[in-house]
């Protein structure tokens, strides 16, 4: 036996004792939850925008088809992709109340009801935006009604946005998750890209919400770009696994997801056509506008592949406490 | 009462008893595996030294993998063991994940074949089905044989004196490195050897509270804990000679010294 052979047979020695990263919800069938989590974001943020500029009638059409394009990526994409990667799909009802008191303290139970509630006042939401978009019926109660709902659906809109992020930041066994900005950061990536799309909702339905979205968009993600930064300065001072963690995005194997997917394509593609519009004065041409559209849902899916796939728990043995 | 484990680390001579006492325990599948036995080498260019750590699922008394499982299949029982309802586990992972010693396992397809993949299940395998399922798509650890204790305890009988109550890892270990008993109990052996050994626990700083706790020299600096050379069997060395094979040289003049 070489070596080689005889290392492999003892793997169990090396299980914990250096930094390793997790697979779980990354690799092979955890690739549904990076998924699953991508249009999580793409979904609650695109609702979250869709309900922003359903105050202005102008806009009625658009937030319309925009929150209905939310509503599903949430229900028919990151529901059932969460589903499909349980062990169990067939248990998912023990997950909710009154199955299940788990919700007082597990993020996963209450991100999980949280989506049902949001999925019920936006369907009820969305049913009154119809009536108001379509004429069909627009009168001061179907007004107030859908601003009632649209601000139910509005805060568990955000829960959903959020629970992932405070699922992982939960975690102390993977540093580089372990921070309070994990939330925020899911948060804002997720609005910027609702304000993405519903550009190119607007290009179907012809209502001029380019000019407000991307105005919108400049800022949040200039914010969004700081925001990173500090995750990621923040994470590599908070431990050294951590630290890792940052190292492997930044330099390591996945850096060309953070550099070409997050960093280009996801933040500086869709700034340099909003920038370059605010200069010129002029709306990009609709090319360009599909263009960063793409790049910016790139974005999304690369910000959610690098998170995932550098969590990498911190060592077992006390020699690594420095970890 | 609080079930814990004291782990000698000077006494462990890696042999890997505990390891297939669970497995016959447990008619555990072929990849799957709930105590392991984890080595720390340090090699200083002139002696390798191996710390040999026996790792389980620590029973923390806050632990993280109750607080997150979705389902409440896992649960925190009143003696402070931590156990799953594999009936209720609906295969998330979220507790394999936030568990920060990483002693939870999800039984996939892939760690479920025949013991001889090729081939038909053996007659223990098939016993196994019948006596302790598992199940596929659900996650799994350490349980501190808790069928033991109860039945054990139902008998009248001591867990952590009477071998019937004892949990099987602990009943093996020829080199009596593992102590099982009540931590609540000040009089115990457990308590008692975490007080006399400056018994210590993995992470503390977590605060999650394990209910295993271990004892050496090294890091629990008690110098009665010394481990004695010899620890280190004839097979033991052999086993690292072949892991290691250039430090074959410097084990034997260590063990001259
Ligand atoms: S060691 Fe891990 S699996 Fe065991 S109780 Fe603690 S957190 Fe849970
Ligand atoms: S895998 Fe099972 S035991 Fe673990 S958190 Fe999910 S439902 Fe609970
Ligand atoms: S206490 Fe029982 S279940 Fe736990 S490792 Fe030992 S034999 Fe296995």
């Known amino acids: 036996m070489n070596a080689r052979t005889a290392r492999q047979w003892m793997v169990t020695h090396e299980w914990m004792i250096k930094p390793m990263a997790q697979t779980e919800w990354i690799s092979g069938k955890g690739l549904l939850v990076w998924w699953a989590e991508v249009f999580s974001a793409l979904g609650t943020g695109l609702y979250l925008v869709s309900i922003f500029f359903a105050l202005r009638e102008e806009f009625a059409v658009t937030a319309f088809w925009a929150g209905i394009l939310g509503w599903i990526g949430i229900a028919i994409f990151k529901l059932p992709l969460h589903a499909f990667y349980l062990g169990k799909w067939y248990r998912f009802w023990r997950a909710f109340p009154p199955f299940s008191k788990a919700w007082r303290t597990s993020w996963f139970a209450r991100g999980i009801v949280m989506t049902m509630i949001f999925l019920v006042f936006g369907a009820i939401q969305l049913i009154l935006q119809g009536l108001i978009a379509y004429d069909v019926a627009d009168s ?37 998750w372990n921070t309070g900005l994990l939330p925020i950061v899911f948060l804002l990536m997720g609005v910027a890209d609702g304000l993405a799309l519903i550009m190119g909702v607007g290009m179907v339905t012809g209502e001029d919400v380019i000019p407000t979205a991307e105005s919108a968009t400049r800022i949040l993600l200039i914010v969004n770009a700081l925001l990173i930064i500090m995750y990621l300065v923040n994470a590599n001072y ?4 951590a630290e890792l963690s940052v190292k492997e995005l930044v330099r390591g194997r996945v850096a060309w997801v953070f550099w070409l997917g997050i960093v280009l394509l996801g933040i500086i593609v869709p700034l340099v056509v909003s920038v370059v519009s605010y200069f010129t004065g002029e709306e990009a041409s609709t090319g360009l506008l599909v263009f960063a559209i793409i790049c910016h849902t790139i974005g999304a899916f690369s910000l959610k592949y690098g998170v995932l796939k550098v969590g990498i728990y911190r060592p077992i043995l006390p020699k690594g406490r420095a970890y | 009462m609080r079930w814990g484990m004291v782990i000698n680390l000077a006494k462990c001579t890696r042999c890997h008893g505990c390891i297939a006492a669970c497995r016959i325990e447990h008619f555990l599948p072929l990849r799957m595996t709930w105590p392991r036995l984890i080595a720390l080498e340090t090699d200083d260019g002139f002696s390798v030294d191996v710390s040999t750590y026996p790792v389980r699922c620590n029973q923390c008394k806050e632990a993280p993998c109750v607080e997150v499982c979705p389902t409440e299949a896992s649960y925190k029982r009143e003696d402070g063991i931590v156990a799953i309802d594999s009936n209720k586990c609906f295969g998330c992972r979220y507790c394999v994940i936030a568990c920060p010693y990483q002693n ?12 001889f993949p090729e081939h038909a299940k053996t007659g223990f395998e098939k016993k196994g089905k019948q006596i302790y399922p598992h199940q596929v798509g659900t996650t799994e650890k350490c349980n501190f044989c808790m069928e ?110």
């Open chain 1, 140 to 176: 001061s109660g179907v007004w107030a009604a859908n601003y009632v709902f649209m601000v139910l659906a509005g805060i568990f809109g955000v829960m959903t946005a959020v629970y992932c992020g405070f699922a992982m930041s939960y975690c102390k066994s993977v540093p580089f």
């Open chain 1, 238 to 241: 908070q431990s050294a696994t």
């Open chain 2, 104 to 115: 939870r396992t999800y039984l996939s397809r892939k760690r479920n074949p025949n013991y």
């Open chain 2, 148 to 257: 033991r204790i109860d039945a054990g305890l139902a008998k009248g009988l001591k867990p952590g004196i009477d071998r019937e109550a004892t949990p099987a890892c602990v009943n093996i270990c020829q080199a009596r490195a593992l102590t099982f008993g009540d931590l609540d109990d000040p009089n115990s052996n457990v308590s008692k050897l975490i007080r006399e050994k400056n018994g210590f626990v993995l992470h503390d700083e977590y605060g999650t509270e394990p209910s295993v706790y271990y004892i050496d020299y090294k890091l629990g600096g008690a110098p009665s804990n010394k481990a004695p050379i010899e620890a280190q069997t004839g097979s033991h060395i052999q086993h690292l000679s072949s892991v290691y094979a250039p430090s074959k040289e410097k084990l034997a003049k260590k063990n001259a010294d």
